[in-house]
Protein backbone atom coordinates (compact mmCIF):
# COMPACT_ATOMS: atom_id res chain seq x y z
CA UNK A 1 0.00 0.00 0.00
CA UNK A 2 1.30 3.50 -0.79
CA UNK A 3 1.14 6.80 0.76
CA UNK A 4 -1.52 8.79 -0.83
CA UNK A 5 0.47 11.99 -0.78
CA UNK A 6 4.36 10.87 -1.44
CA UNK A 7 3.83 7.05 -2.70
CA UNK A 8 6.46 5.94 -0.17
CA UNK A 9 5.25 2.96 1.34
CA UNK A 10 2.04 3.57 3.67
CA UNK A 11 1.53 3.06 7.57
CA UNK A 12 -1.78 3.59 7.98
CA UNK A 13 -5.16 2.97 5.76
CA UNK A 14 -7.65 5.47 6.54
CA UNK A 15 -10.55 3.91 4.56
CA UNK A 16 -13.06 6.75 5.97
CA UNK A 17 -10.41 9.06 3.73
CA UNK A 18 -10.23 6.46 0.83
CA UNK A 19 -6.57 7.22 1.71
CA UNK A 20 -3.18 5.76 3.23
CA UNK A 21 -0.50 7.34 4.69
CA UNK A 22 3.80 7.23 5.45
CA UNK A 23 4.57 8.54 8.80
CA UNK A 24 5.81 12.04 7.55
CA UNK A 25 2.71 12.27 5.37
CA UNK A 26 0.22 11.35 8.31
CA UNK A 27 1.77 13.65 11.26
CA UNK A 28 1.33 16.37 8.75
CA UNK A 29 -2.29 15.56 7.63
CA UNK A 30 -3.61 14.57 11.06
CA UNK A 31 -2.01 18.48 12.26
CA UNK A 32 -3.39 19.98 9.19
CA UNK A 33 -6.89 18.00 9.85
CA UNK A 34 -6.99 19.60 13.36
CA UNK A 35 -5.63 22.91 12.71
CA UNK A 36 -8.04 23.54 10.19
CA UNK A 37 -10.83 22.17 12.55
CA UNK A 38 -9.66 25.07 15.23
CA UNK A 39 -9.07 28.25 12.86
CA UNK A 40 -12.75 26.94 10.50
CA UNK A 41 -14.55 27.13 13.56
CA UNK A 42 -13.39 29.75 15.20
CA UNK A 43 -12.10 28.33 18.36
CA UNK A 44 -9.34 30.48 19.35
CA UNK A 45 -6.98 33.03 18.04
CA UNK A 46 -2.96 32.56 18.07
CA UNK A 47 -2.77 35.11 21.22
CA UNK A 48 -5.08 32.76 23.78
CA UNK A 49 -3.89 30.81 26.38
CA UNK A 50 -5.42 27.48 26.26
CA UNK A 51 -6.01 25.14 28.98
CA UNK A 52 -5.83 21.42 27.76
CA UNK A 53 -7.99 18.69 29.87
CA UNK A 54 -5.50 15.78 29.86
CA UNK A 55 -6.55 12.55 30.96
CA UNK A 56 -3.20 10.50 30.00
CA UNK A 57 -5.44 9.01 27.01
CA UNK A 58 -4.07 8.93 23.41
CA UNK A 59 -6.51 12.02 22.41
CA UNK A 60 -6.13 14.29 25.07
CA UNK A 61 -2.32 13.71 24.83
CA UNK A 62 -2.43 14.00 21.08
CA UNK A 63 -4.82 17.37 21.11
CA UNK A 64 -1.98 18.70 23.49
CA UNK A 65 1.05 17.47 21.68
CA UNK A 66 -0.43 19.23 18.08
CA UNK A 67 -1.22 22.38 19.94
CA UNK A 68 2.37 22.79 21.03
CA UNK A 69 3.76 21.53 17.87
CA UNK A 70 1.64 24.49 16.25
CA UNK A 71 2.80 27.39 18.82
CA UNK A 72 -0.33 27.68 20.60
CA UNK A 73 0.01 28.43 24.20
CA UNK A 74 -0.89 25.81 26.62
CA UNK A 75 -1.30 24.55 29.96
CA UNK A 76 -2.35 20.90 30.63
CA UNK A 77 -5.38 19.86 33.71
CA UNK A 78 -4.95 16.64 35.28
CA UNK A 79 -7.79 15.57 37.36
CA UNK A 80 -6.66 12.98 39.66
CA UNK A 81 -10.06 10.90 39.31
CA UNK A 82 -9.31 8.17 42.36
CA UNK A 83 -9.91 5.15 40.49
CA UNK A 84 -7.01 3.28 41.86
CA UNK A 85 -4.69 1.62 39.52
CA UNK A 86 -6.17 3.05 36.68
CA UNK A 87 -6.09 6.89 38.00
CA UNK A 88 -2.40 6.38 38.94
CA UNK A 89 -1.28 5.29 35.66
CA UNK A 90 -2.76 8.17 34.08
CA UNK A 91 -1.18 10.56 35.81
CA UNK A 92 2.64 9.10 35.88
CA UNK A 93 1.50 9.24 31.98
CA UNK A 94 0.34 12.95 31.87
CA UNK A 95 2.96 13.88 34.05
CA UNK A 96 5.86 12.08 32.11
CA UNK A 97 4.80 14.15 29.19
CA UNK A 98 4.53 17.25 30.35
CA UNK A 99 8.34 17.24 32.35
CA UNK A 100 9.80 15.60 28.67
CA UNK A 101 8.10 18.46 26.57
CA UNK A 102 8.65 21.07 29.44
CA UNK A 103 4.98 21.86 29.62
CA UNK A 104 3.08 23.20 32.29
CA UNK A 105 0.60 20.86 33.73
CA UNK A 106 -1.78 21.79 36.94
CA UNK A 107 -2.62 18.60 38.82
CA UNK A 108 -5.43 18.78 40.58
CA UNK A 109 -6.07 15.40 42.78
CA UNK A 110 -10.24 14.72 43.63
CA UNK A 111 -9.60 13.07 47.33
CA UNK A 112 -7.04 16.01 48.16
CA UNK A 113 -9.30 18.86 47.01
CA UNK A 114 -11.50 20.77 49.46
CA UNK A 115 -14.61 18.49 49.20
CA UNK A 116 -11.84 14.96 49.51
CA UNK A 117 -14.62 13.39 47.36
CA UNK A 118 -12.98 11.06 44.82
CA UNK A 119 -14.97 9.14 42.05
CA UNK A 120 -15.66 6.19 43.59
CA UNK A 121 -16.36 7.00 47.04
CA UNK A 122 -18.98 9.24 45.43
CA UNK A 123 -20.24 6.48 43.29
CA UNK A 124 -20.58 4.04 46.59
CA UNK A 125 -22.47 6.49 48.38
CA UNK A 126 -25.08 8.05 45.98
CA UNK A 127 -25.30 4.13 44.30
CA UNK A 128 -25.33 5.93 41.41
CA UNK A 129 -22.75 5.23 37.52
CA UNK A 130 -19.45 6.17 37.98
CA UNK A 131 -19.38 7.72 34.89
CA UNK A 132 -22.54 10.06 36.22
CA UNK A 133 -20.69 10.92 39.32
CA UNK A 134 -17.53 11.50 37.05
CA UNK A 135 -18.58 13.70 34.30
CA UNK A 136 -20.33 16.13 36.60
CA UNK A 137 -16.91 16.07 38.80
CA UNK A 138 -14.95 16.94 35.48
CA UNK A 139 -17.45 19.63 34.37
CA UNK A 140 -16.98 21.18 37.38
CA UNK A 141 -13.25 21.24 37.81
CA UNK A 142 -13.06 22.23 34.77
CA UNK A 143 -14.50 25.21 34.90
CA UNK A 144 -12.99 26.15 38.31
CA UNK A 145 -9.76 25.80 36.76
CA UNK A 146 -10.40 27.90 33.51
CA UNK A 147 -11.82 30.65 35.57
CA UNK A 148 -9.13 30.72 37.93
CA UNK A 149 -6.31 30.29 35.56
CA UNK A 150 -8.10 33.33 33.56
CA UNK A 151 -8.08 31.12 30.51
CA UNK A 152 -10.68 32.05 28.09
CA UNK A 153 -10.74 28.37 26.48
CA UNK A 154 -10.76 24.80 27.63
CA UNK A 155 -10.35 22.47 25.11
CA UNK A 156 -10.68 18.53 25.38
CA UNK A 157 -9.85 15.46 23.50
CA UNK A 158 -13.22 14.60 22.00
CA UNK A 159 -12.52 12.57 19.18
CA UNK A 160 -15.06 12.05 15.77
CA UNK A 161 -16.07 8.62 17.33
CA UNK A 162 -17.20 9.93 20.36
CA UNK A 163 -19.24 12.47 18.74
CA UNK A 164 -20.47 10.09 16.61
CA UNK A 165 -21.83 8.24 19.48
CA UNK A 166 -23.24 11.26 21.20
CA UNK A 167 -25.03 12.10 18.13
CA UNK A 168 -26.41 8.67 17.94
CA UNK A 169 -27.61 8.78 21.78
CA UNK A 170 -28.86 12.28 21.40
CA UNK A 171 -30.89 11.40 18.17
CA UNK A 172 -32.09 7.81 19.56
CA UNK A 173 -33.81 9.80 22.74
CA UNK A 174 -34.24 13.13 20.83
CA UNK A 175 -32.38 15.27 23.10
CA UNK A 176 -33.27 18.43 21.78
CA UNK A 177 -31.65 20.61 24.52
CA UNK A 178 -28.84 18.49 23.36
CA UNK A 179 -28.86 18.38 19.91
CA UNK A 180 -28.76 22.22 19.94
CA UNK A 181 -25.73 21.99 21.83
CA UNK A 182 -23.69 19.60 20.33
CA UNK A 183 -20.84 21.70 18.32
CA UNK A 184 -17.31 21.66 18.41
CA UNK A 185 -17.12 25.24 19.80
CA UNK A 186 -19.44 25.99 23.40
CA UNK A 187 -19.35 29.53 23.74
CA UNK A 188 -19.66 30.93 27.03
CA UNK A 189 -23.32 30.86 28.28
CA UNK A 190 -22.29 32.21 32.12
CA UNK A 191 -19.87 34.81 32.44
CA UNK A 192 -18.60 32.40 35.10
CA UNK A 193 -18.08 29.65 32.33
CA UNK A 194 -15.27 29.57 29.43
CA UNK A 195 -15.14 28.82 25.40
CA UNK A 196 -15.19 25.20 25.13
CA UNK A 197 -13.66 23.45 22.34
CA UNK A 198 -12.87 19.79 20.68
CA UNK A 199 -10.32 20.14 17.84
CA UNK A 200 -10.11 16.80 17.13
CA UNK A 201 -13.74 16.41 16.44
CA UNK A 202 -12.78 15.78 12.82
CA UNK A 203 -10.13 13.10 13.50
CA UNK A 204 -11.32 9.49 14.34
CA UNK A 205 -10.39 7.31 17.86
CA UNK A 206 -8.02 5.33 15.34
CA UNK A 207 -5.88 9.01 13.87
CA UNK A 208 -5.21 9.63 17.41
CA UNK A 209 -3.94 6.33 18.20
CA UNK A 210 -1.97 6.37 14.96
CA UNK A 211 -0.65 9.88 15.79
CA UNK A 212 0.24 9.23 19.42
CA UNK A 213 1.90 5.86 18.61
CA UNK A 214 4.11 7.59 15.76
CA UNK A 215 5.03 10.12 17.76
CA UNK A 216 6.11 8.26 20.96
CA UNK A 217 3.54 9.04 23.10
CA UNK A 218 2.87 7.10 26.16
CA UNK A 219 -0.51 6.87 26.70
CA UNK A 220 -2.49 4.79 29.12
CA UNK A 221 -3.56 1.99 26.58
CA UNK A 222 -6.16 0.42 29.96
CA UNK A 223 -9.63 1.48 29.56
CA UNK A 224 -11.05 3.14 32.60
CA UNK A 225 -12.29 -0.03 34.73
CA UNK A 226 -15.59 1.51 35.37
CA UNK A 227 -16.44 2.15 31.45
CA UNK A 228 -17.47 -1.73 30.65
CA UNK A 229 -21.13 -1.74 29.80
CA UNK A 230 -21.25 2.09 29.02
CA UNK A 231 -23.68 3.19 26.35
CA UNK A 232 -21.04 5.03 24.97
CA UNK A 233 -19.30 2.17 24.09
CA UNK A 234 -22.58 0.23 22.52
CA UNK A 235 -23.19 3.26 19.99
CA UNK A 236 -19.69 3.02 19.47
CA UNK A 237 -19.62 -0.95 18.49
CA UNK A 238 -22.31 0.00 16.01
CA UNK A 239 -20.97 2.80 14.43
CA UNK A 240 -17.77 0.64 13.86
CA UNK A 241 -19.90 -1.90 12.01
CA UNK A 242 -21.55 0.70 9.96
CA UNK A 243 -18.38 2.38 9.19
CA UNK A 244 -16.74 -1.25 8.26
CA UNK A 245 -19.21 -1.54 5.71
CA UNK A 246 -20.17 1.89 4.65
CA UNK A 247 -16.56 3.61 5.24
CA UNK A 248 -16.91 7.49 6.20
CA UNK A 249 -20.16 7.18 7.27
CA UNK A 250 -19.21 8.49 10.74
CA UNK A 251 -17.44 11.55 9.69
CA UNK A 252 -20.13 12.22 7.27
CA UNK A 253 -23.04 11.67 10.66
CA UNK A 254 -21.05 14.35 12.57
CA UNK A 255 -20.28 16.86 9.65
CA UNK A 256 -23.63 16.58 8.00
CA UNK A 257 -25.31 17.13 11.38
CA UNK A 258 -23.44 19.98 12.19
CA UNK A 259 -24.12 21.69 8.54
CA UNK A 260 -27.47 20.77 8.14
CA UNK A 261 -28.77 19.12 11.35
CA UNK A 262 -27.99 21.20 14.15
CA UNK A 263 -29.20 24.79 12.76
CA UNK A 264 -32.39 23.38 13.16
CA UNK A 265 -32.12 22.49 16.67
CA UNK A 266 -30.11 26.13 17.83
CA UNK A 267 -33.24 28.08 18.53
CA UNK A 268 -34.48 25.78 21.28
CA UNK A 269 -34.81 27.14 24.19
CA UNK A 270 -32.59 26.80 27.62
CA UNK A 271 -34.46 24.59 29.99
CA UNK A 272 -33.74 27.05 32.73
CA UNK A 273 -31.52 30.36 33.10
CA UNK A 274 -28.08 30.00 35.08
CA UNK A 275 -27.78 31.99 38.73
CA UNK A 276 -24.96 31.39 40.79
CA UNK A 277 -24.74 28.49 43.22
CA UNK A 278 -25.11 29.63 46.87
CA UNK A 279 -22.93 27.18 47.76
CA UNK A 280 -19.81 27.49 45.24
CA UNK A 281 -20.54 30.26 43.19
CA UNK A 282 -20.73 28.29 40.41
CA UNK A 283 -23.59 28.85 37.18
CA UNK A 284 -26.12 26.61 38.42
CA UNK A 285 -30.04 26.22 37.43
CA UNK A 286 -31.50 26.38 41.38
CA UNK A 287 -29.82 26.83 44.47
CA UNK A 288 -27.17 24.68 44.02
CA UNK A 289 -24.78 23.70 40.98
CA UNK A 290 -24.97 19.60 39.77
CA UNK A 291 -21.86 19.25 41.84
CA UNK A 292 -22.78 21.02 44.72
CA UNK A 293 -25.67 18.89 45.04
CA UNK A 294 -23.77 15.70 44.25
CA UNK A 295 -21.48 16.16 47.11
CA UNK A 296 -24.91 16.98 49.28
CA UNK A 297 -26.07 14.29 48.39
CA UNK A 298 -23.05 12.33 49.56
CA UNK A 299 -23.14 13.96 52.70
CA UNK A 300 -27.09 13.03 53.12
CA UNK A 301 -25.99 9.97 52.49
CA UNK A 302 -23.44 9.29 54.49
CA UNK A 303 -24.92 10.53 57.46
CA UNK A 304 -27.96 7.96 56.89
CA UNK A 305 -25.78 5.14 56.72
CA UNK A 306 -24.42 6.26 59.94
CA UNK A 307 -27.46 6.46 61.96
CA UNK A 308 -28.82 3.36 60.42
CA UNK A 309 -25.78 1.47 61.74
CA UNK B 1 3.17 -16.38 15.00
CA UNK B 2 2.57 -14.67 18.52
CA UNK B 3 -0.27 -11.90 19.26
CA UNK B 4 -0.38 -9.88 22.15
CA UNK B 5 -4.31 -8.20 22.40
CA UNK B 6 -3.97 -4.73 24.18
CA UNK B 7 -5.43 -3.66 26.63
CA UNK B 8 -6.87 -7.49 27.50
CA UNK B 9 -3.59 -8.20 27.91
CA UNK B 10 -4.13 -12.02 25.97
CA UNK B 11 -1.56 -13.84 24.42
CA UNK B 12 -2.57 -16.37 21.39
CA UNK B 13 -0.48 -18.49 19.16
CA UNK B 14 -1.77 -18.35 15.60
CA UNK B 15 0.64 -20.76 13.07
CA UNK B 16 1.41 -19.79 9.42
CA UNK B 17 2.61 -16.58 7.42
CA UNK B 18 -1.06 -14.58 7.00
CA UNK B 19 -1.79 -11.37 5.84
CA UNK B 20 -2.73 -8.00 8.52
CA UNK B 21 -6.32 -8.20 7.34
CA UNK B 22 -6.89 -11.85 7.46
CA UNK B 23 -5.53 -12.13 10.99
CA UNK B 24 -8.16 -9.20 12.29
CA UNK B 25 -10.57 -10.61 10.62
CA UNK B 26 -10.13 -14.32 11.92
CA UNK B 27 -10.26 -12.98 15.51
CA UNK B 28 -13.32 -11.27 14.99
CA UNK B 29 -12.46 -7.84 15.26
CA UNK B 30 -13.83 -4.81 13.23
CA UNK B 31 -11.09 -3.51 10.86
CA UNK B 32 -9.91 0.27 12.17
CA UNK B 33 -10.36 -0.60 15.77
CA UNK B 34 -7.28 -1.98 16.27
CA UNK B 35 -3.56 -0.65 15.35
CA UNK B 36 -1.56 -3.75 14.34
CA UNK B 37 1.94 -3.04 15.32
CA UNK B 38 5.10 -5.14 14.86
CA UNK B 39 8.24 -4.30 16.99
CA UNK B 40 8.07 0.05 16.20
CA UNK B 41 6.11 -0.37 13.05
CA UNK B 42 2.46 0.20 12.23
CA UNK B 43 1.05 -2.81 9.52
CA UNK B 44 -1.54 -2.29 6.91
CA UNK B 45 -3.79 -4.69 5.99
CA UNK B 46 -1.90 -5.88 2.98
CA UNK B 47 1.20 -6.46 4.72
CA UNK B 48 2.13 -10.28 5.75
CA UNK B 49 3.53 -11.55 9.45
CA UNK B 50 5.74 -13.98 8.98
CA UNK B 51 5.36 -16.93 11.88
CA UNK B 52 8.44 -16.31 13.60
CA UNK B 53 6.69 -12.85 14.18
CA UNK B 54 5.11 -11.43 17.04
CA UNK B 55 2.41 -8.77 16.65
CA UNK B 56 0.37 -6.39 19.13
CA UNK B 57 -3.31 -5.65 17.91
CA UNK B 58 -3.84 -3.14 19.81
CA UNK B 59 -7.62 -1.32 20.49
CA UNK B 60 -7.89 2.33 19.59
CA UNK B 61 -11.77 2.88 21.21
CA UNK B 62 -12.15 4.26 24.54
CA UNK B 63 -14.87 5.53 26.19
CA UNK B 64 -17.00 5.55 29.43
CA UNK B 65 -17.81 9.87 29.95
CA UNK B 66 -19.13 12.68 28.05
Known amino acids: ?309 | MQVRLEPQGKQLTISGRRRVGAIVQSLGIIAGTVMVIRGDELLTDDEFVDDTDSIELRAVISGGVW
Open chain 1, 1 to 309: MKCKRCTDKAIVQLRSHNAAFCKPCFVFFFQRTVERAITREHMFARDERVLVAVSGGKDSLALWDVLVDLGYETEGLYLGLGIGAYSNASERKTRAFAEKRGLRLQVVPLDGSEDGLAIPAVAAATRRAPCSACGTFKRHYFDRAALDGGFPVLATGHNLDDEAARLMGNVLHWQVPYLAKQLPVLFPTHPRFVRKVRPLFRTSELESATYSFLRGIDYVVEECPNSHGATQLVYKDILNRLEHSMPGSKLAFVTDFLSRGQPLFAGAPEAVDLGACERCGMPAAGELCGYCRLVAEVGRRRAQAVAHS
